[in-house]
């Protein structure tokens, strides 16, 4: 059992759900299942009981994630003693993002950074992604977690984390709504969307209605924060064109409550990745977290 094994394991004992975990641990399902066979096959007792519906843990499964609770305490207890005998980067960096990158993206990262250099303080400050840029132009973060814009600023760096499909989603109980989007042929004109206010999401949307030919299309609302959005979803407001990521990492009772749409022809992903002004990349903390990327 090696350090990465144990929070692949950690993570679904706490998800108790494989394509979460996978995607959160930028691992392919197939991979994810293999690696708990094995465990299995070392430990000679099954970890989980899975149906169509659901994943729980075993007694055997309870057991080995007490004891990945403490191993990887007492990795990183390990890790924080020997930077202590080596000199350390101090002080602190103030990270902007969105509440569903602060649980989808952002903790593998800090996870890395945080053991590299334990005495940062690291700020965070949770907000609408597409003013991620405004916020490290107007030295209110340091670093920025968001969807490259069409235009980066010429005095903005960008490096990649990752890729985020949208999705089409409709409120999944009966109403208006649900009934004019899920017809056979559904007429995108008569429906309400809700839409960002800014960023990479609303210019793939705006893409979206030209391919469709959606000349004037029936605006519900328009939204600061993806999150929102989801939730007005789900109370039958109208439709919206979202990141994947966002619903898959709303609550519960509001992710029940959406659908997808299928066989709907979307638009290209968009980039994720980190922020910052160019001219920062040679200051020690942002140089770090930097090069860590």
């Known amino acids: ?24 641990m930028h691992v392919s399902p197939s991979t994810l299942s293999r690696q708990i066979q094995r465990f299995e096959e070392l430990l000679g007792h099954p970890l989980f009981l899975r149906d169509n519906r659901t994943v729980k843990l075993t007694f055997a499964g309870e057991q080995l994630k007490q004891f990945a609770q403490q191993t990887l305490l007492q990795y990183q207890q390990l890790r924080h003693s020997l930077n202590h005998q080596s000199p350390s980067l101090s002080g602190e960096l103030r990270l902007f993002c969105s509440v569903t990158a602060a649980y989808s993206h952002l903790p593998q990262v800090l996870d890395k950074f945080r053991a590299e250099h334990p005495l940062v303080e690291i700020k965070l400050t949770t907000g609408d992604a597409a003013d991620a840029v405004d916020r490290i132009q107007s030295d209110q973060a340091d670093l920025g977690i968001a969807g490259k814009p069409e235009k980066l600023p010429n ?14 989603i409709a409120p999944s109980l009966p109403c208006a709504v649900r009934t004019l989007a899920t017809q056979e042929q559904p007429d995108w004109n008569t429906i309400p969307f809700i839409l960002p206010e800014h960023g990479p999401s609303r210019t793939r949307i705006e893409l979206w209605f030209r391919r469709n030919r959606i000349p004037n299309p ?9 999150e929102a959005i989801v939730s007005m979803v789900a109370l039958g407001c109208g439709i919206a064109l979202i990141p994947a990521v966002v619903v898959e990492n709303s609550p519960e009772p509001v992710r029940n409550r959406v659908s997808l749409l ?21 200051e020690p903390l942002v140089k770090a977290f930097w090069g860590m990327l």
């Open 218 to 226: 029936l605006i519900y609302a328009t939204v600061s924060g993806h």
């Open 1 to 24: 059992m090696d350090i990465r094994d144990l929070k692949l394991f950690l993570h679904l004992a706490e998800s108790c759900h494989f394509g979460r975990t996978a995607k959160v």
């Open 155 to 168: 005095n903005v760096s960008f490096t990649k984390i990752g890729e985020i499909p949208l999705v089409l």
């Open 262 to 282: 299928e066989n709907i022809a979307l638009v290209e992903p968009f980039e994720l990745g980190v922020c910052t002004l160019s001219k920062r990349l040679q």
